[in-house]
């Protein structure tokens, strides 16, 4: 194991609490430093603030090695005892015109600047590529102990791509601050791109709008396929097959709805136009994203005559991923309030949020304890969740609670087609996914990746 090294994580959130515990975990002594008083009570209390698989049993572990700690007081804790190393794992949230909001990054590292002995500074939040050179202009004499060091874990499997991570990209400010960055991760398998801290800026948000450009494209091709008797998943398959494509992300439905993606999108085309660089495709990737929840309410409209001013609409499922709690950018923001402004009812069925908080997120619908009742009598059913309860629910019995002639829309396209083809309604995905060769009996089915 590598020399135990004594650090600081600073921003308790999905990326900060993962890196806290996972290096506790490593052996190094490890201080998680958050200002909110709510989530630091919880920490304290030894509750994980957000919701990982896993997270909550290696938080209460890493805890009783007594190699975990939180605090609010990183002047305190350093003067005690000096940290070898403080990471900044605070939120780049959006600003209004889609840049990013800086202001916690600048608020941290004026106090991690003023430390002494000063410690090895390595921001991980995302942030847009000069970010760091300005930071450094502010203060230079932290440049020889300084790293731009993005982080590229899934909310999902945070702790697993935290220990072993497709890469590490370390911007250095000197090549004093690599072998450090070697030590504290304790030099995992994976490929090492050591850059400029502007390099690893820019590599981070290519990362992430390479990914939203794959998730956009597979809706292009699937609004193709929706017009003519091709099955998208099918295509989506064969194409994923070639190893230069790739199965992951090519997945259509509502869109990239993550906390990452559609920020860092939206801040990197912002970072573009205020150099006045055009960025055709980058704008293309946001508008199509940014279509995918009137395309529910087209399908509704088309399927139930136009007018839905008189059809109650079911929404099942209000989370972009039922492994997160994280609902920051969710289409469910974009689709109910769409429904509301079109329909005579919304019903909203969310098993991982109590009912008072649906009627609070999303004024004027009404929350369901379950399915069955969410879909009782109403005339449609929007899926914006792929909940395994609705993935294997009884169909064939549901379908009739709704109300005749009713249309089921899969906006995750996560419901099995070919047992949807049997039911008494209309099941819409995006593109189609119904069209099968004229003997299907004959095809041995390949596995979905
Ligand atoms: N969430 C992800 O999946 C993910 C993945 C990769 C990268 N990132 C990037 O990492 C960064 C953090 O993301 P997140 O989702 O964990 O953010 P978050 O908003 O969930 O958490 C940030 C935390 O920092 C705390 N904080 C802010 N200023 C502070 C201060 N001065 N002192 C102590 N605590 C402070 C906040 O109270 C909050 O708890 C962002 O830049 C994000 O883009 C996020």
Redesign the pocket.
Known sequence: MEDEMRVAV????????TGAVSLARQGHQVYG????PG?LRSLVDGRA??TEPGLQQELTLAMETGRLRFT?R?GDTHRRQPFDIVLI?????PNEDGSADLS?VH??LG?VAALLPAPYVVL????PPGTSEALLAAYPHIRQHYAYN??????GS?LDDWTSPSRIVAGVGSAAVAPVLRELYGAPACPWVVTTPTSAEMA?YTSNTFLALKISFSNEIARLCTTSQVNVDDVMRAAGCDPRIGHAFLQPGLGFG???LP??TAALQRWAAGRGIATPLLDAVIAINRGQPQLILDTLQAELGGDLSSSEVAVLGARYEPWSD?MRAAPSHAVIPLLLSATAGVRVWEPAMKAEQIEEVFHGVRACPDVRTALRGARAAVVLTEWPELIEADWAALATELRAPAVLVDGKNCLPPERMACLPLAYRSTGNRLTAPADSSAVRPTPSP
């Not at 991980?124 to 942030?127: E, G, Q």
């Open positions: 600073v921003g308790q959130g999905y990326v900060g609490v430093i958050e200002y909110a989530r603030p957000v609010d990183i794992t605070v939120g780049t949230p916690q608020a941290v106090e991980k939040s995302t942030v993005p982080e590229f874990l899934n909310q945070a981070k993550d906390s990452c920020k860092d994280d």
